[in-house]
């Protein structure tokens, strides 16, 4: 069964409809790339998956379930992690205390939710800054600890929002080998990105957007001549 | 459904964070101050500053929780200070005693606490302060009208014997009043400590940093928002209730001003809001500026005491946005250096 | 029917200056996202600037006008690079803080030179007029407030919204680190948005006077009323703050009709309620 079933899913802002009917299915366990150029709707078919915005219409199941319409801490209680587009990390606190909170929602106590905190912190190449507070850090280092973070709840899916934009070639090295890391675990992940040598290669499923709709799904091989998706890309 | 297993850590460990010797000594340190103030200082003036500094930082304390931890910036919180100590003169008038009045009258500011929160917490930030800004002000119009209340004319605390368990003191010497003061806010600040130590503390600083992320990693933001403001209502219920055994008098106007709630935010902010120590030390300079520079000051009547202690209030602000507490820290980390 | 025409109108008319005062304050907030907590405060002074045009130069509050208004902005251009500036990145907590402080300093300077007797414009040039429309009075001062706030709203919606400048204005308020990239002066566009902010609670002050007392005081019931027009409706938006201005003020003319004693309750309570309906008030978007 797949982890999650997006059915006909579609946002209207007034007029507008940033994702319409899209319809597509993850298997647990695949690493699948969600692309397409910008204001696709990319962002927002994320938001709707993580229960930040609610679908004007279709259908979202997680694990079979109907989930449409849900609470984000539903969605992350669930097992649904995401990172966002603008970082948001918790400015005031450290990067151990960031992960402390995210940790909180499977372990009740602070010892234990700390203790656990300390894991995913050695487990990203965290554990130098542990005690830094997060508003100081770089770009990059506070997309990693978005991703940290997110992993801290002990998601089944993530979602990751371009995580690797605006890194340097050694930065993306790095963040590339941590998604196939916490890919091993047996996380199933959702990727949106612009950088297309990363999707191409860490993905092979792909699914590609434009305008709202959804134009392809398959492996990267068949995008790059599929039709719909050059017109996207270099068409007007 | 299965959820992945802690992998063991791969890469270097946390490191420890060092022993805070300094936080100790700190502590020790206001600890002494705030004991011997009262043996060392004779005077009745400097005595009642100490008395309503204590009772303000209770219920900055309690505005602390809400507005410095949960980042909820309430501009109301005289609602519940009035609350206490309405319900605390009621309840005496009926022959309570005080002490036993303080925890249902509590629960009562928290369940006001609730009814106010319900619909004001789905408004973001100014929105919200604004909101709560309006409900103070509401609640202060609509009392001269009320009846059982006193309308206009408020109530008076008949006057017990003298007593602890009375919380009525001899008014020469003020120090009774002063300990049971101190008393209460080292219980009130426990009380604030427990509550904010273990998840919930957590999370409150989520919602008051990114409400967004916080939702992201499982926080149920509206919960937690609820819990805030009840814990938040009590405390500073629990020092109007104090107050009103003081003043043994309660009105409109002294009970629900804005500037009382002004007042109560300000000093939290003023001395370090998300710090519990913030509200002690706020209290302790907003209220004794205020009576000094208007005992010493406003006998001219020229208003020098309301233009010092503006300027005062800017500067510390400005000098230091994050309040006392951080301008206390920075200025140890510099001296350890 | 006939009182209830005269109090929405006198609700009406001092609902317009209402508006122009919440027009400042939530020009300030469109721009550098923070609140004025001292904005009655302002108007205040600027009332008083217009006392002293009076006593001391024997100008009428009409000619005050322009005086008070350019007064007011450089006040509020000096407030700004003094105590605003500071603390434009700090937490909102101590911008709120700073600008309290500012409003107890000057309630505090104001009573120093004026000490805290009430003052009157006696015989202002408008309170000679009245006018009466099919049974309702209207006089030369709330005429001449209303009309001057109007224009000086229209004027300021005006400047926001159609000159480069405003736009400039708004684009900072909107995205200040992409207007810098545009090379837009954040810095200036903040001073500039106080100087407005200036002018609004000048013209408002000046126009106050013809038909209120002037005391230390004063600044606070029209400075909550400018918070509560301003969320109302909708942090940001001068429309917003001109309409929600007019309201209250009616609201507030026609609850004390019936229900004297009640007013500034029932101005609270249609606000409370419209927040429940729309949180980001009658035309908010943040």
């Known amino acids: 069964m797949s982890l999650i079933s997006v059915d006909g899913v579609t946002k209207r802002f007034g007029g507008l409809a940033a994702v319409d009917s899209v319809t597509f299915d993850v298997e647990p366990g695949t690493i699948t790339g969600l692309i397409g150029p910008n204001g696709a709707g990319k962002s927002t078919l994320f938001s709707m998956i993580a229960g930040t915005q609610r679908p004007t219409a279709g259908r979202i199941s997680f694990d079979g379930k109907d989930v449409t319409g849900w609470q984000p801490h539903q969605a992350a209680a669930a097992g649904v992690g995401r990172t966002f587009q603008l970082m948001r990390v918790f400015g005031s606190m450290t990067v151990l205390e960031n992960l402390t909170t995210a940790a909180h929602l499977r ?130 | 459904m299965t959820i992945p297993d802690t992998v063991p850590a791969s890469g270097k460990a946390v490191p420890a964070k060092r022993f805070p010797w300094g936080r100790y000594a700190g502590i020790a340190v206001v600890a002494v101050l705030l004991l011997v103030f009262p043996v060392v200082v004779k005077t009745s003036f400097l005595q009642t500053i100490g008395v309503l500094a204590l009772t303000m930082a209770i219920a900055s304390t309690g505005w602390n929780i809400l507005g410095g931890y949960a980042g909820q910036i309430s501009f109301g919180h005289a609602v519940f200070f009035g609350t206490g100590m309405y319900g605390t003169a009621l309840l005496v ?173 300000l000093i939290a902010v003023v001395g370090g809001a998300g710090s519990l120590w913030g509200p002690l030390l706020g209290a302790w300079l907003v209220i004794a500026l205020q009576e000094y520079t208007r005992t010493y000051l406003s006998a001219t009547g020229r208003t020098i005491d309301l233009m010092l202690f503006g300027a005062l209030i800017i500067l510390v602000a400005v000098v230091d946005p994050k309040g006392l507490v951080n301008l206390i820290k920075r200025g140890y980390r510099r001296v350890r250096s | 029917m006939l009182d209830f025409l005269q109090a929405l109108t006198n609700g009406a008319f001092i609902g317009a200056v209402f508006a122009l005062a919440a027009v400042g304050l939530t020009l300030v907030f469109g721009v550098t996202n923070m609140i004025n907590f001292a904005h009655g405060d302002l108007i205040m002074v600027a009332m008083y600037v217009g006392f002293v045009c009076w006593s001391l130069f024997g100008l009428d509050p009409l000619v005050a006008i322009p005086i008070a208004a350019v007064t007011m902005a450089l006040v509020a251009v000096l407030v700004y690079a003094g105590i605003i500036r500071p603390v434009l990145g700090s937490s909102q907590l101590a911008q709120m803080v700073v600008t309290f402080g500012l409003l107890t300093f000057l309630r505090g300077v104001v009573q120093f030179v004026f000490t805290a007797t009430p003052r009157r414009i006696d015989d202002p040039i408008v309170g000679r007029l009245r006018v009466v429309v099919g049974g309702v009075a209207v006089t030369g001062a709330q005429l001449v407030s209303a009309v001057g706030a109007l224009l000086a709203t229209a004027a300021l919606a005006w400047f926001v919204h159609r000159t480069e400048t405003g736009q400039a204005l708004q684009a900072v308020g909107e995205d200040a680190a992409g207007a810098s990239l545009m090379g837009i002066n954040a810095n200036r566009m903040y001073g500039l948005a106080w100087a407005l902010a200036g002018v609004s609670t000048g013209v408002a002050g000046a126009l106050l006077i013809n038909n209120f007392g002037i005391d230390p005081l004063a600044g606070a019931a029209f400075g ?63």
């Open chain 1, 107 to 236: 372990h009740r106590t602070k010892a234990a939710a700390r203790a656990f905190a300390s894991d995913i912190c050695a487990e990203t190449g965290l554990s130098d800054l542990a005690h830094r507070p997060a508003a100081t850090l770089t770009g990059a280092t506070k997309k990693r600890l978005e991703l940290a973070r997110a992993l801290a709840t002990s998601p089944r899916l993530l979602l990751l929002d371009e995580v690797l934009s605006g890194l340097t070639p050694t930065e993306t090295v790095a963040a590339i080998d941590l998604i196939e890391r916490v890919h091993a675990r047996g996380i199933t992940i959702v990727l949106v990105e612009h950088v297309m040598q990363v999707v191409m290669t860490l993905c092979p499923r792909l699914v590609v957007l434009d305008f709202g709709k959804l134009i392809f799904q398959g492996s990267p091989a068949d995008a790059v001549t599929d039709q719909a998706v050059l017109d996207a890309y270099l068409g007007a």
């Open chain 2, 93 to 265: 008038g009926h022959g309570w005693s005080p002490w036993l009045t303080m925890l249902p009258i509590a629960g009562l500011a928290a369940a006001l606490g609730l009814l106010i929160g319900l619909p004001t917490f789905r408004l973001r930030g100014h929105y919200f302060s604004i909101a709560t800004l309006a409900i103070g002000m509401m609640v202060m119009s609509i009392l001269p009208n009320v009846k059982p209340l006193g309308a206009a004319d408020g109530l008076s605390v008949p006057l017990l014997d003298n007593g602890f368990w009375n919380i009525t003191f001899s008014l020469r010497d003020k120090t009774e009043y002063y300990y049971t003061a101190l008393g209460l806010f080292a219980v009130a600040t426990v009380a604030a400590w427990l509550f904010l130590r273990g998840r919930i503390g957590s999370y409150l600083e989520a919602i008051r940093d990114d409400e967004l992320a916080a939702a992201a990693v499982g926080v149920p933001v509206r919960r937690y928002k609820l819990y805030a403001v009840t814990m938040s209502a009590a405390l500073t219920s629990v020092a109007g209730s104090f107050h009103v055994m003081v003043v043994l008098f309660v009105d409109p106007s002294s009970s629900s001003d804005l500037s009382l709630s002004t007042a109560i935010a």
């Open chain 3, 224 to 286: 909550i009323m400018s918070f509560i027009a301003v969320a109302l409706g909708g942090f940001g938006s001068v429309l917003g703050a001109a309409l929600a201005g007019v309201l209250l003020g009616v609201v507030q003319g026609v609850v004390g009709l019936y229900f004297s004693g009640y007013t500034l309750t029932a101005a609270l309570g249609i606000y409370l309620l419209v927040l429940i309906v729309r949180p980001q008030g009658l035309r908010g978007t943040r």
